[in-house]
Structure formats: structure tokens, C-alpha cells
């Protein structure tokens, strides 16, 4: 017989899955996203930033970008509360296809688990040989609604046997030799598993575990103390084997989960619209959050992390000049309005990292953000083969827009000592470009 946190409480959930109250409020909960993507009525909507009353998309491409966004974050917070979501049975699982939040990195395999605070868990795993590996617990139901010091664990202390093995405990107390605190109030695992290079590095091999509940009677007052919704399921133990069996699912798991997911996607686009517009007023510049407000966002405390917004007309380039600092991985890319990575995986040119980039003679680099690639000899007098010496273009590495005239931006610095910020121009294409270029470098 399976303990439940209270029968009253599951009777009425049972009652509006059973009158389908359950699923219209969900449906009900989403229906304000759209105020994101199209402006009020009177609304300015060619206008930039947003307009004042709300988050909404700037042009069409915005606004078609802005359903699919939608979709997407839906299809992100449906896998993470209605399909992995009890910390009774954790799983570390892959964002789904194309889910994109946050200005998500291209060259990122991102992981992730429920957990609460109410157990003890175990991740084991390899290695790989990915150029970095971290893990964060974080509170809260979305991002932004975090702890702004959650706890961390990355490849630079990461301890492995000689085969690349290890484990991690996930406990209120130190225990093992790689060790994650988690808190009372802990309800995600996030895994970053980061690459230079695709085709050539191995990722790690990662699964998470429940550490074993003694008795019956702990199991149900973990579960119970679990989630303030009470969704984690509440094993039953067998005295005589010690075997565990999982209970069905209960109405209260599907109200608390459609209740979550709601939460994590109205949560979610509300957070990144918000820092949208906060970039936008400090158009085509690179910036630092606020590090409680970056973190609070289920970030990374070994990347620092700088934004911005750009805009560029067709016959713009947005120049970023600087020299990186002495770390294992960093990156610059693209975003939409939205905070998506632009379509990388047809535009690879939208992000550049520490192995792709090219470098100029004095070891700094010289991105431009252009519509077309001004490195192509198209013959014209101003072109940039005809402007530049040999050792200033083989340094120059384009960024492609992917046919967007304006988004967000990012650039990580990853276990960086030292957090240069890069200098960013507006030039004209042609002779005025080739001038910022060579004005920027020491030859």
C-alpha cells in the first residue's frame, strides 16, 4: 500500500485531471506568452528595444522566431516536469532538440536532473576527454529563480581514477573525494560538458543515482519532504529484500508537474526578455552582469560571462578586437532576440571559439560581425584582401549574422584568471573597416 502526502489533496487533484481542469489552466497559463511576441495594440512594433509595456519582438523575423521559441521552451519544460522530473527516480538527460535558453553555447552538451535536497544521490561516470566538464546544483523552478551561490564542480578539481573514471556525491555533508553540496532546497543538477572540437573529443558518461533509503518509513518522509508540491514519488520498500518498487503515477504528480512546467516556461522567457531589453540599451557592447543575477540564472561560476546587443545596417560590421586571456576554452556567438545560439548547425559561422578562431601576429583576435563575408576577394577596390597586408587578413575570423539584422551576443572566458573586456566598433565596410583592423593590432 502506497503512502500518500494527504488523500484529500490527491482527491482533488484527481477531480480536475478528471474534468480536464488540469490541462485547460495549463493551456490557460501559457496564453500571456503571446503579449511576448506581438506588441500591445498602439504598440510601436518596428521599434528598438522592445516597447516600454512589454517584452515584444521587434520585427517579423522576431515574431516568427518568437512561436518556435515558444514551442520550444513548452517541449523543454513538458521534458523536464512531466517526463524527468522526480527526484525519487533521477535521470540525467540532454536538453531536447533544439531547446535553446539563455544564450546557449554551440559548442555545449547540456545535462540535466531533478534532485531535491530531501536525498542523497551519486553521479558516476568517465571522463571523456571534453575540454570542460562541470556540475552545478541550483534551486528554484526556472532560471532567475535560483540561489545566486549554488554549488560547483568543474574539470579543473575534478578528482578521476587512472581510467578516467570517478563518482560525485550530491549530500548535505562532505563525503567522497569529489563532493557536491546540496542544500535543502536543491531541485536541479546541471551538467556542461563543453568541446573544442566535435569530431575529435569523446564526451563524458554520466549517470546519476539515488543513494538507497533504509526503511519504509524514511522513504516516505523524504518523498513527502521532497518538493513543497509533494511530486516526488514515495518508494515502496520491501522489508524482506530491500528491493524498491515505484509507485504509478498520481494525479497530484501531473497537477504538480503541468504546474511547474508552466512556471519554468512563462519563468524562462520572462528572465531572457527581461536581459534583452536590458541589452539593448547599451547597443553593439560587450558587458558583465550583475554576478548575483547572472548566477541567480543557473550559470556557471568558472565562466565569465559578457553580453550585449547588436544591430548593424546592410553595409555595417560590428568589430570586436581583443586579446584572450590564458584559459582552456572561450567563445563568442551570435543570438536572436530570444537568447537562441542563431542556427549553428547550418551557419557553423554565427560562433567562433579558442580552437576555430584565427589569430592575428601580436596574438589577439579580430572578429567582425558582418551580413557577408568582407575576407572574400570580390574584386572592388575597397575590399579587404586589397586593404590589408597578408598577416592582418589571415587574422581576421567573420561571424556570420544568418540573414538576422540584430540579436543578443555573448562571449565566455572559461577558467580565466584575468576577464579582458574587447573593444567594439561600428565601421562601414570597405577602406573604413580595414582601418579599425589595423589601428586595433600591434604588427
Not at 560547483?152 to 573525494?177: A, M, Y
Not at 558582418?370 to 597586408?389: F, I, Q, T, W
Amino acid at each position: 500500500m502506497r503512502a500518500t502526502a494527504g488523500s484529500g489533496a490527491e482527491d482533488a487533484a484527481q477531480a480536475s485531471v478528471d474534468d480536464g481542469r488540469a490541462w485547460i489552466e495549463f493551456c490557460e497559463s501559457l496564453k500571456g506568452l503571446a503579449d511576448y511576441v506581438v506588441p500591445s495594440p498602439g504598440a510601436d512594433r518596428t521599434a528598438s528595444p522592445a516597447p516600454a509595456t512589454g517584452a515584444a519582438a521587434v520585427d517579423a523575423l522576431d515574431r516568427r522566431e518568437g512561436l518556435r521559441y515558444m514551442s520550444r521552451v513548452l517541449r523543454g519544460g513538458v521534458e523536464a516536469f512531466l517526463e524527468s522530473w522526480d527526484p525519487a527516480y533521477p535521470v540525467l538527460r540532454p536538453l531536447p532538440y533544439n531547446v535553446k535558453l539563455g544564450a546557449d553555447n554551440p559548442d555545449n552538451l547540456y545535462m540535466y536532473g531533478t534532485v531535491s535536497g530531501a536525498f542523497e544521490y551519486r553521479i558516476r561516470g568517465t571522463r571523456g576527454t571534453v575540454t570542460y566538464l562541470s556540475f552545478g546544483c541550483y534551486s528554484g523552478s526556472r532560471p532567475g529563480q535560483g540561489s545566486s551561490r549554488p554549488d560547483h564542480l568543474d574539470s579543473s578539481r575534478l578528482v578521476t581514477q587512472e581510467d578516467g573514471s570517478f563518482e560525485i556525491f550530491l549530500t548535505p555533508q562532505p563525503r567522497g573525494k569529489n563532493w557536491l553540496r546540496l542544500p535543502a532546497d536543491a531541485s536541479r543538477i546541471v551538467v556542461r560538458q563543453t568541446f573544442l572540437d566535435r569530431t575529435k573529443e569523446v564526451p563524458a558518461d554520466l549517470h546519476i543515482e539515488r543513494l538507497p533509503l533504509a526503511t519504509v518509513e524514511a522513504a516516505q518522509v523524504a518523498a513527502t519532504a521532497s518538493s513543497a508540491s509533494g511530486a516526488a514519488s514515495i518508494p515502496v520498500v520491501d522489508p524482506a529484500t530491500g528491493q524498491e518498487d515505484k509507485p504509478a503515477l498520481t494525479a497530484g504528480q501531473v497537477v504538480s508537474g503541468l504546474a511547474g512546467a508552466s512556471v519554468f516556461i512563462n519563468g524562462s522567457v520572462m528572465q531572457f526578455q527581461a536581459w534583452s531589453r536590458q541589452f539593448a540599451a547599451r547597443p553593439n557592447t560587450l558587458f558583465c552582469l550583475d554576478h548575483d543575477v547572472y548566477m541567480s540564472a543557473w550559470a556557471d561560476p568558472a565562466i565569465y560571462f559578457l553580453h550585449g546587443y547588436w544591430r548593424l545596417g546592410p553595409q555595417q560590421a560590428l568589430l570586436i578586437q581583443a586579446t584572450p586571456p590564458e584559459c582552456p576554452y572561450w567563445n563568442f556567438q551570435l543570438d536572436n532576440w530570444w537568447m537562441e545560439s542563431l542556427d549553428y548547425a547550418n551557419h557553423p559561422a554565427i560562433t567562433v571559439n579558442k580552437a576555430t578562431a584565427r589569430y592575428m601576429p601580436d596574438k589577439s583576435i579580430c572578429l567582425v560581425v558582418a551580413h557577408a563575408d568582407p575576407r572574400r576577394a570580390d574584386g572592388s577596390p575597397d575590399s579587404l584582401p586589397a586593404l590589408l597586408k597578408p598577416a592582418l587578413l589571415a587574422g581576421v575570423t567573420w561571424i556570420d549574422t544568418a540573414h538576422h539584422s540584430h540579436g543578443t551576443m555573448g562571449l565566455r572566458w572559461v577558467l580565466a584568471k584575468q576577464h579582458p573586456l574587447p573593444r567594439c566598433t561600428v565601421v562601414e565596410l570597405g577602406q573604413p573597416l580595414a582601418d579599425a583592423i589595423a589601428a586595433g593590432v600591434s604588427v
